[in-house]
C-alpha cells in the first residue's frame, strides 16, 4: 500500500475534511477561467491595436473582436457549467410542437411515454403487495402521473418504458421516449445531449456496504475493496475521476458495473462486491430492502434530479417546469406528500435536506 492511505484515522479525516474543502472550492474555477479568458481577450485586441492602419485596413481589428468574443463565450459555457442545474428554460403553459405531437397521438395511443425504473424501491417499483397488480409506484412515479394530467388531462395516459441506468439518453435521442423521470442527476455531461427540468429532488453519492464492514465511507477504507456502479451512473463517473486524481486509493477496484442500480445490491449480498456507491437516495432505499446493509459515511457530492427531455423539446421543457412550480406548491398532494408517503421512512421526517433549491432559469434557447 501507497504512503499516502497508510495513514491514522485522524489524518484520514484531515484528508477527507481537504477533499470537501477543495469540493466547496471549486466553484472558483469557473471564476478564475472567466479571469484568464478575459484578461486574454483584453492583451490579443491591444495588439491588434498596435498594429496600425495597415493592419486595420486589412480587417485584422474585426478579426480581433471576433476572437475576443469567442473567448468570453466559451468562458462564459465554462462557468454555466458549474451549475448545471440551472441551465434550463423558463416555465410555460404554451403548447408547441412537442406537445402538440403528443396530444394529436390517435386513440390508445394518445399516451405520454416516460422511461422509468421498475426496480427502484420508493422511487419506480412495482409493488407484490401493493393489491393492483403490475402497477408501478414511488416519488417519480407520482411526478409522471402530475406531468400526464397537466398535459394530457388524464394522469393515466401513460405508457411506461422501464429502461436501464445507461439506456436513458439513447431512448431519449431515439424517440423511443417523450421524457425520463428515473432519479436522473443533472450534470455537464448529460446536458450535451439532451435538456433537462429545473430540479425536482436534492441528494449527493454514498457508501452503502455491510453493517459488519470495515469500510468507513468514501476515504481510505475503501482501498483494496471492490466497488460496484450502475454502468453510466455519475457515481461510476466520479469514482474514475477521485481515482485518476488520487482522491480514491489507487488499489480501489471500481471495475464492476450493472445495467441497474439494484444489481448492485445483488452483488453486495453475494459477497461480490464490497461496497455500492450509489446516490444517497436510493442508497437509502437499499438499505430499507436489506437490514444487513447500511450507508456508510455521509454523502460526498451534492446533485440534483431532473426530468430529461430532447434537446429540441423546448416547448416540453417550459412546461415541465410549470408543472414542478405547481408540484412544489401543492402541499396537499404534491411534493410534500409524495415525500412523506415515499420517502420519510428511508431518509427522514424532515424533507429539508431532500428539497431542490429555488429553480434558476438561466438557459435562453
Known sequence: MSERWRTTKPEGAMTMHARHLRARLKGWGGVGAMAAACALAVVFALAVTCTGSVASQAGAQPAGHRTAKALTVDARAADDCEAPEKQTLSPSRADGPAITAIKNRPGEKRKLVVGVDQNSFRWGYRDPNGGESGRLEGFDIDLVHRI????????????????????????????????????????????????????????????LAPKSSPIEGYDETLAHRKVCTAKGSTAYAKLEEDRRSGDLPASTDISTTVPNQLDCLVRLQLGEVDAVVNDGALAASQAAQDPTVELKGEAFTTEYYGVAMKKDADDLVRRVNQILVDFRQDTATGWQASYTKWLSATLDDDPSASRPPAPEYLRRS
Do not use: H, W
Request: hydrophobic share 40%; proline share 7%.
Open 148 to 207: 400526464a394530467e397537466d398535459i394530457l388531462g388524464d394522469p393515466d395516459a401513460v405508457q411506461f418504458k422501464a429502461i436501464p441506468t445507461d439506456q436513458r439518453i439513447p431512448a431519449i435521442q431515439d424517440g423511443r421516449v417523450d421524457l425520463v423521470v428515473r432519479t436522473m442527476t443533472i450534470n455537464c455531461s448529460r446536458l450535451k445531449d439532451v435538456a433537462f427540468s429545473a430540479p425536482y429532488f436534492k441528494t449527493g453519492q454514498q457508501v
